[in-house]
């Protein structure tokens, strides 16, 4: 029977069109996330008896999935810099939600410490991987 090597198998003979690609998915999976995010981040749990409690989730999924966003991002380039596009995206994306009420009339995004939290898992969590490696 044959094994299977120990090690996995990088792939890194791509093209430049290939990088900039697999970029611009991540890019958007980072809008798509924090949208999302902001729009849970609100989320409450009704307990027995009637009382909720608030239960914002999408802290942690801000801070694991731009961790995966950031670490797959390491695959395309080696330059931290351009790793970290998708992490830029996701900011600008919270930045824009943020702004909203000069746009429109809702607020996205309120003022306490949830967005707070939400904003510094999903920057903490983007930029972990890619000072963990240096």
Avoid: C
């Avoid at 994306?93 to 943020?98: A, C, E, H, L, N």
């Amino acid at each position: 029977m044959r094994q299977l090597p120990q090690q996995g198998f990088i792939h890194q003979d791509f093209s430049r069109a290939e990088a900039i690609g697999g970029l611009f998915w991540l890019s958007l999976g980072a809008l798509i996330s924090v949208f999302l995010e902001v729009m849970y981040l609100g989320t409450w749990i009704a307990l027995p008896g009637g009382s909720s409690i608030a239960f914002p989730y999408t802290i942690l999924i801000a801070f694991f999935f731009t961790m995966v966003l950031s670490r797959t991002a390491a695959l395309w380039s080696n330059r931290a810099v351009i790793a970290a596009i998708p992490l830029y995206v996701w900011v600008a994306g919270y930045t824009v939600m943020m702004m909203w009420p000069v746009f429109g009339d809702a607020q996205l995004l309120g003022s306490n410490i949830r967005s707070v939290l939400l904003l510094g898992a999903g920057v903490i969590g983007g930029i972990w991987p890619l000072i963990k490696v240096k």
